[in-house]
């Protein structure tokens, strides 16, 4: 059956970090020199105008500025950025528009800045009020700067904001856990994201790993911070996401409910829903590359259409994420194939206690959600799922 349009985000990636942080596994490159904002804008504009017309003058209902540190760039480069999209693409006129920031001195200072070129919330990069385990993480900035974060997000007219928390670092207790997400929960910011750290590959923390706490002080931190947030009005929505009510992130939510995006930038990737099926787009990785060639089709390292199977494991490692689920008739609006194509692993995971499904809602059940990798494993294309 034909792919209906879902609705269409627009992910933009800014780069560049003051320093690479030992965790991470973005597209991210410490700034050596200053950050070439005029030229990177100009570049991001040129493969907007170029990758637009896929997007075929839809609207575009949520922008994301990701990265990298996106407030390593001033407000008046965030403006000039802000202003070209909304001459290349129809931007709703109450889009969400979300910036990254990190909580360090120079970027407090440009909140309102940013509030002014038009971003109207904002994903702040704590990670941790703890001076110690910070450092172990490599950040920049202080229990200090990080609690100065809120006040001067709220001072600059953002009443929409996130904090970005993570727990299972080196060396923490449960209690140094629910430390961090009460500190982060008395700062009442709109949304809170609480990650567990993991070891991922290419990254000096998979090759010099510290140590972190075992599976069972992990299993008893998620139980503290669900337990604190839930008792002080943060709805779970997603694995990692809870939100006061009305403050859900629209722009990650399209992603998990598997709608379409385009994504510029260095290495920024992008899903389109065409006649001929689904499309992923993915940019030059390397910023210098990504310069080179942005507005030709050489920025585009690569075009593929997902296969038939690989578009089901898409989709599921997507949706499965949601708390409540997603209605079953989504599945086939946002792919195009039937639940009889997911037949067997939907029994599979019914039978092992790790899915609902009733009223035509698909749910995770709370032993799914627990154990999400096992559950999401079990619609992998047969020739990967050994």
Not at 170 to 198: C, F, K, M, W
Not at 288 to 314: K, M, N, Q, V, Y
């Amino acid at each position: 059956m034909p792919i209906e349009p879902p609705p269409l985000s627009l992910y933009i990636h800014l780069p560049w970090c003051v320093r690479k942080c030992p965790y991470c596994d973005f597209n991210s490159h410490a700034a050596e020199d200053e950050v070439p904002e005029r030229r990177y804008v100009e570049a991001v504009l040129r493969d907007l105008a170029l990758d637009a017309p896929l997007a075929e003058g839809r609207t575009v209902e949520t922008l994301f500025l990701g990265g990298g540190t996106p407030s390593l760039f001033s407000p008046e480069s965030v403006a000039r950025l802000l202003d070209g999209v909304r001459a290349l693409v129809p931007l709703a006129s109450g889009a969400e528009i979300t910036l990254e920031a990190n909580p360090g001195t120079v970027e407090l200072g440009r909140f309102r800045g940013f509030r002014d070129a038009g971003v109207n919330r904002l994903s702040i990069g704590v990670q941790s009020f703890d001076d110690d385990k910070l450092k172990a993480l490599g950040r920049i900035h202080g229990r200090a700067e990080a609690l100065a974060a809120a006040g001067a997000a709220r001072t600059a007219g953002f009443d929409n904001f996130n904090l970005d928390l993570m727990y299972g670092l080196p060396g923490q207790s449960v209690e140094q856990a629910r430390v961090d997400i009460v500190t982060a929960i008395a700062l009442q910011p709109t949304h809170i994201s609480a990650y567990q750290l993991t070891l991922e590959p290419n990254t000096l923390f998979h090759q010099h790993p510290p140590t972190l706490p075992d599976d069972d002080v992990i299993g008893a931190m998620q139980d503290v911070l669900v337990d604190e947030l839930q008792r002080r009005g943060y709805r779970q929505y997603e694995v990692s996401a809870y939100a006061q009510d009305g403050h859900q992130c629209r722009h990650n939510r399209n992603y998990w409910e598997f709608g379409d995006y385009l994504g510029i930038g260095a290495g920024a990737h992008g899903k389109l829903s065409r006649a001929e099926g689904v499309m992923r787009v993915a940019k030059a990785r390397h910023p210098d590359a990504f310069l080179r060639t942005a507005g030709t089709a050489a920025a585009r390292a690569s075009i593929r259409f997902p296969s038939r199977s690989d578009l089901i494991f898409e989709f599921m490692l997507n949706a499965l994420r949601l708390h409540d689920g997603f209605p079953a008739a989504l599945f086939s609006q946002r792919t195009g194939l039937g639940l009889r194509d997911i037949e067997v692993p939907l029994r599979a995971a019914r039978g092992k206690g790790l899915l609902t499904l009733d009223a035509d809602v698909i749910r995770p059940t709370a032993l799914g959600r627990r154990f999400l990798n096992d559950l999401v494993a079990l619609f992998l294309p047969s020739d990967q799922s050994q």
